[in-house]
């Protein structure tokens, strides 16, 4: 597919679903570029605070020095609407059609939002999932055809179905709570796609819609880049790794990233380096077990994914954050769901599908729901 880095070509609308801080940041470049862009909020109320609000969103430069020009930026003129407010009568216009969209819920919430706006798209269509964790597009294909059995789709069917792209992100971004559809992009990273061959059918030509997302995705100042399957898969099974250990280490431990990188590295034995000792070992059983899974499950990929360099790779990736707290901690703080069961749960159900123990993360991944179970139980306590 021909890339189009550093040339904007036509400015095409873009659908954004998931209007989190990720998905603010992605809508937001999106439009500073020109691309006209719609949100898709959950309820209508989102959506009259949002034209309220100027439709516009702010974005905040964290990473850049107090004194740049660039710390604080807006983008206006950004659209917005509720997945469902089209009317019947009215789906099959120019309007109502999403040609393409992109989804940047929690890994959780993706499987719904998707279906939320499943009768605007056709085989026209593209459709971009940037998620941590893995599994949601599988979950999004096992659903469709869960639906096919359930009731009678017989115009969906003759429309066809979308083609996806897949995105991993590797930029530091947050929202403040009490601030209005604004964004912290606190880290710079990068972004990196490709497109995902179906499932369940064999290869097909990619819509026009295809190009034109990532034509639109490549010319963002996020150090986008579009790969082969083979290495996006890769870089996706070496952050899953990552997240694996990181997200529920920080989370139980109520701590920042920078608690993963061993002892050594932080300047002797002072006070906790019992902790330390055994988060290292922690560390290495997890990284053991997890490149078990991929051996067996993913055998093309060979040492590219064995032990020792997942096991460098979590601990430079926890160097490298160390000061910002993870999206599990986020959430276990906040009371809200974490996408445990996308990071942890999606080794687990690998491991037992290819008859792989997975202890570690086992206890990971339990633990963490028992957090959440517990959020859950001190909510209801205080109503």
């Not at 559809?181 to 880290?187: D, G, K, L, N, S």
């Not at 922690?282 to 490149?291: L, N």
């Not at 000061?323 to 769901?337: I, T, W």
């Not at 491991?351 to 206890?363: D, F, R």
Request: glycine share 8%; aromatic share 4%.
């Amino acid at each position: 597919m021909e890339s189009s880095k550093g040339r904007r070509g036509l400015l095409t609308r873009v659908h954004v679903l998931g209007a989190g801080a990720v998905g603010l940041l992605i809508a937001a470049h999106l439009r500073r570029v020109g691309h006209p862009v719609t949100l898709l909020l959950r309820t209508q109320a989102s959506v009259d605070r949002f034209v309220s609000n100027g439709r516009r969103v702010v974005v905040h430069n964290d990473w850049m020095g107090a004194q740049s020009a660039e710390k604080v930026w807006v983008a206006d003129g950004i659209c917005a609407e509720h997945p469902q407010t089209t009317s019947a009568s009215s789906r099959d216009s120019d309007y109502a059609r999403i040609r393409r969209l992109v989804i940047t819920t929690k890994a959780h919430d993706t499987v719904k939002a998707y279906m939320s706006v499943e009768n605007r798209l056709d085989a026209q269509s593209t459709v971009l999932l940037l998620q941590n964790g893995m599994g949601t597009y599988e979950a999004i294909q096992h659903r469709q055809r869960a639906s096919d059995q359930d009731r009678q789709k017989e115009v969906k069917m003759k429309e066809g179905e979308p083609s996806f792209v897949i995105g991993t992100n590797s930029h530091g971004c947050l929202r403040i709570p009490g601030e209005k559809f604004a964004t912290h992009h606190t880290a710079i990273g990068e972004l990196k796609f490709a497109v995902r061959e179906p499932l369940h059918k064999q290869t097909i030509q990619a819509p026009k819609s295809t190009d034109e997302i990532l034509n639109a995705i490549q010319c963002l100042e996020l150090n986008t880049s579009v790969v082969g399957w083979t290495e996006l898969h890769k870089q996706l099974l070496l952050k899953l790794a990552a997240n694996a250990v990181i997200n529920p280490v920080t989370a139980l431990a109520g701590c920042r990233n920078g608690y993963v990188v061993p002892q050594q590295e932080q300047g002797g034995r002072g006070r906790g380096s019992e902790h330390h000792v055994s988060t290292a070992s922690m560390v290495s059983s997890a990284c053991a077990e997890i490149a078990a899974v991929y051996a067996r499950a993913y055998p093309q990929f060979g040492k590219e994914l064995g032990a020792q360099t997942l096991e460098r790779h979590v601990v430079a990736v926890a160097r490298a954050t160390g000061a910002n707290r993870s999206s599990m901690l986020q959430d276990v703080s906040a009371g809200e769901a974490t996408e445990v069961d996308w990071i942890n749960g999606y080794l687990m159900r690998l491991g037992k599908q290819h008859g792989i123990a997975t202890p570690v993360n086992t206890l990971l991944h339990t633990v963490v729901k028992l957090k959440e179970a517990a959020a859950d139980a001190d909510v209801l306590a205080q109503e």
